[in-house]
């Protein structure tokens, strides 16, 4: 067991285009969870999965942004048509029992 | 609807002096409470949580909380500082049903002065 995994750990693109991420979570977790933190804020809520259902999802995500968890496992978050307000750093965390462990990140930067 | 409020958004302390990180939070419905730590360009770490039983919760790295449901508090506090313990410190609630999100602070920069 190694943890959660994320990545990229960097992104740099340019404005307009797509990029996805990928986390992969500690293998028995059940839930996993992304959120985004910018410079100087806690992290914000995205969206949740239960297995590979996708149960809950913040008004923060915008139509641009899916996130997909097939079978269960890894999870990827894509970006469509990047804006530089999506700058920022995309945080996963997988959990069971109230017990969250977050991943490094990868920070986006869009210009 | 929850809310999480962190009074302090920087604290320096001297090296081996005490330190408490206050927080403060509201929600409508029953909550457990999360301290974390993030070291610059990493993840967050778990420090302590409460969900329930005796209201003074220990952690890792000799931080302890303690929840105060009158006051709606959950204060993180260390009685003798490390350089090492120069970081962010973000307190979080999780709604006791549903997605048990967690919903976070703006953070606390906590700088240890040699």
């Known amino acids: 067991d190694t943890g959660v995994s994320q990545d990229p750990r960097h992104k740099i693109t340019k404005r307009g285009q797509n990029v996805t991420f990928r986390c992969d979570p500690i293998s028995e977790h059940n839930r996993l969870y992304w959120y985004r933190q910018t410079l100087g804020q806690g992290p914000e809520f995205l969206t949740y999965f239960q297995n590979e259902a996708q149960l809950e999802k913040s008004r923060l995500l915008s139509d641009r942004f899916s996130a997909e968890r097939p079978k269960g496992s890894f999870s990827t978050l894509e970006i469509q048509r990047t804006e530089q307000g999506d700058s920022a750093m995309y945080l996963c965390?997988?959990?069971?029992?109230?017990?969250?462990?977050f991943g490094s990140g990868t920070r986006l930067t869009v210009v | 609807a929850q809310s999480v409020t962190q009074l302090d958004s920087q604290v320096p302390v001297f090296e081996e002096a005490p330190v408490e990180l206050r927080c403060n939070y509201s929600?409508?419905?029953?909550?457990?409470l999360f301290w974390y730590v993030q070291y610059p360009n990493q993840g967050l770490q778990l420090l302590l949580k409460y969900l329930s039983g005796s209201t003074l919760v220990k952690g890792i790295n000799g931080f302890e909380a303690e929840f105060n449901k009158s006051q709606t508090s959950f204060h993180l506090r260390k009685p003798s500082v490390h350089i090492s313990d120069t970081a962010e410190y973000f307190c979080?609630?999780?709604?006791?049903?549903?997605?048990?999100?967690?919903?976070f602070g703006t953070g606390t920069r906590l700088t240890v002065i040699p």
């Open positions: 979080a609630v999780s709604p006791q049903t549903g997605a048990n999100n967690l919903f």
């Open positions: 965390a997988s959990g069971q029992n109230y017990g969250y462990t």
């Open positions: 929600s409508s419905v029953s909550v457990y």
